[in-house]
């Protein structure tokens, strides 16, 4: 398999429409040609809203598409605050919104304070304590896999049976939740950041409704979770959050919830996206792919290089709360920006070759986790170390991994997506 | 020159403690604490990149002279 990258000047921007989620699923190849000329020629380009059923449309929205706009709006949080929703275009009314984006959604004080109280759970020092733990998740997610393949004539599904195990199961165990619910936390988690894929919501009228539901049961797994680990400590993230406290205060078992739910979707499919997007980057880079094999040392740039390629979350969005100016552009109160990772990833300004992949890369300031700011990914570190030890694994004891057929693309515009990549062991028969 | 901190600024993100675990330790209030602030000359530059790439610029250098302390 092949990449062919498009030449810019073929696109026809007039009839590009980003909020025209089947566009997203199209050819990578035609996304980052058209993000090439919206960066030359309307950095800040205007777009209506996507209509979302039993939502009011709002007025629209800028795509900003070059990574100096991205970073100086992401680094005035004051100016550009995520309080009036960060992971939707649409205005989402404020109790859901708190309730689904935690701290994403929040502005300070409130996101200072509860940032502090879960960011020391995340450090790499703490984290240096799940790496054994990590280690044997992916082992064990191997092994599966191989089974699977040996049951299926040495097919298996890279998303399924290798991406999505992965950080699902860190995070699970992590917070402590018992085996027999991790099937519905995945596909609770799936629906809630479906971005509407008719495939994940069959019935499109009743999305918003799914989608609420979803969110209900987690959030009850979780409170229960949090008074029974108030009753009964244990060595879990749960236990950790609901007896730390910040100048004497506490987290309530419904921001508790609130938190979950949002590790959970912020932790699983950005992972699991960054993996699938990595496997496939190396089928389509084979050398690439015999460079990182032959050469451990490589992992920090490569991780990095995986996920600049891959930037699996696709914007954030901010809102301006006065009337301005950002590099030129003149903006008001109430007007929303989404700030496109996947462009600043590939902005020639930055980035020497932005359409090589090349996992040396250095130094590589992607915004993948996000551009500076408050908001930047409380779980970079883990996330790291999650990619890190499942390619070396991957590399290491499934070096006959093949991938046979396009991947089937996840129709939203907030997610880098694979929904599917089929692919087989040759060494199993 | 000496590493200083803005606590309002800080988010605990650990960055700074990735690159320098020796010098950078994020708390148990969720801030960072800089456990040696008169930066050593041979991790000078990953002190410079540290404090570049702090994502809420809550770290920067001062030079001896600096500050009413001196
Ligand atoms: C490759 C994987 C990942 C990518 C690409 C990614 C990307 C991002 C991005 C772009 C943001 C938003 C930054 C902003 O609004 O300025 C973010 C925030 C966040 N991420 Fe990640 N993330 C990943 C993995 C994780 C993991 C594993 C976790 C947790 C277990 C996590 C938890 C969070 C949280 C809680 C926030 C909100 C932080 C805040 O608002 O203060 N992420 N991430
Ligand atoms: S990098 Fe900046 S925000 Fe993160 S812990 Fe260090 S000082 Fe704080």
Same mark, same amino acid.
Request: aromatic residues 6%.
């Given at each position: ?43 800040? +380009?205007?777009?209506?809203?996507? @209509?979302?059923?039993?939502? &009011? ?13 991205? @970073? ?20 989402? &009314? ?20 509860? #940032? #502090? ?31 699977? +393949? ?31 619910? #991790? ?35 987690? +959030? ?48 699983? @499919? ?31 740039? %490569? ?28 903006? %008001? ?71 046979? +057929? ?13 929904? #599917? ?9 | ?7 309002? *600024? ?8 990735? *690159? *320098? ?50």
């Amino acid at each position: 398999m092949t990449v062919d990258a498009l030449p810019p000047a073929s696109i026809d921007l007039d009839a590009v429409d980003l909020s025209d989620r089947d566009w997203w699923a199209g050819p990578p190849a035609r996304r980052y040609a058209t993000f090439a000329r919206l960066r030359e020629e309307r950095p800040f +380009a205007f777009y209506a809203e996507p @209509e979302i059923p039993m939502l &009011p449309s709002g007025p629209g929205y800028w795509a900003v598409t070059r990574y100096a706009d991205v @970073e100086a709006i992401s680094s005035q949080p004051a100016v550009f605050c995520s309080g009036r929703g960060a992971v939707s275009i649409q205005d989402i &009314p404020a109790d859901l919104n708190e309730f689904y984006g935690s701290l994403i959604s929040m502005d300070d004080p409130r996101h200072a304070k509860i #940032r #502090r109280i879960v960011s020391k759970t995340f450090t790499p020092r703490m984290l240096e304590r799940t790496v054994d733990s990590v280690r044997a998740v992916v082992d064990d997610v191997l092994a599966r896999a191989r089974q699977t +393949a040996a049951a299926q004539g040495g097919h298996v599904d890279v998303v399924a049976d290798l991406a999505a195990p992965v950080p699902l199961r860190v995070i699970c165990d992590m917070m402590g939740i018992p085996e027999e619910h #991790r099937a519905m936390v995945l596909a609770h988690s799936t629906v809630i950041l479906s971005g509407g894929d008719p495939e994940l919501i069959e019935d499109q009228e009743q999305q918003l409704t799914v989608f609420l539901q979803a969110g209900m049961e987690l +959030a009850a797994l979780m409170e229960a979770l949090a008074a029974e680990r108030l009753e009964r400590p244990r060595e879990d993230l749960t236990t950790a959050l609901v007896t730390t406290d910040v100048d004497g205060e506490r987290l309530s078992h419904q921001e508790i919830a609130s938190f979950f739910i949002l590790l959970l979707v912020a932790g699983n @499919e950005t992972t699991r996206n960054a993996i699938s997007q990595g496997v496939l980057a190396l089928a389509e880079h084979p050398e690439q792919r015999a460079r990182w094999a032959g050469d451990p040392g490589l992992d920090r740039t %490569a991780v990095e290089e995986v996920v600049r390629w891959a930037s699996p979350v696709t914007w954030m969005r901010r809102t301006a709360t006065r009337d301005g100016e950002v590099n030129g552009h003149r903006f %008001a109160e109430g007007d929303k920006f989404l700030l496109l990772y996947g462009s600043a990833n590939r902005d020639p300004a930055v980035f020497r070759d932005p359409e090589v992949f090349d996992l040396g890369r250095d130094p590589n300031p992607h915004v993948g986790f996000g551009a500076r700011g408050p908001h930047f990914c409380l779980g970079a570190h883990l996330a790291r170390r999650e990619i890190a030890v499942t390619f070396r694994a991957l590399l290491d004891q499934l070096p006959d991994l093949e991938v046979t +057929a396009e991947p089937d693309r996840l129709h939203s515009s907030f997610v880098n997506g694979i929904k #599917r990549l089929p692919a087989r062991l040759t060494g199993v028969r | 020159m000496r590493i200083t901190v803005d606590r309002e *600024l800080c988010i605990g993100s650990g960055a700074c403690e990735a *690159l *320098l675990p020796d010098v950078f330790e994020v708390g148990d209030d969720g801030v960072v604490t800089v456990l040696r602030p008169e930066v050593d000359p041979d991790v000078a530059d990953e002190v410079r990149d540290a404090v570049a790439q702090c994502p809420t610029g809550a770290l920067a250098l001062a030079s001896e002279g600096d500050g009413p302390a001196g």
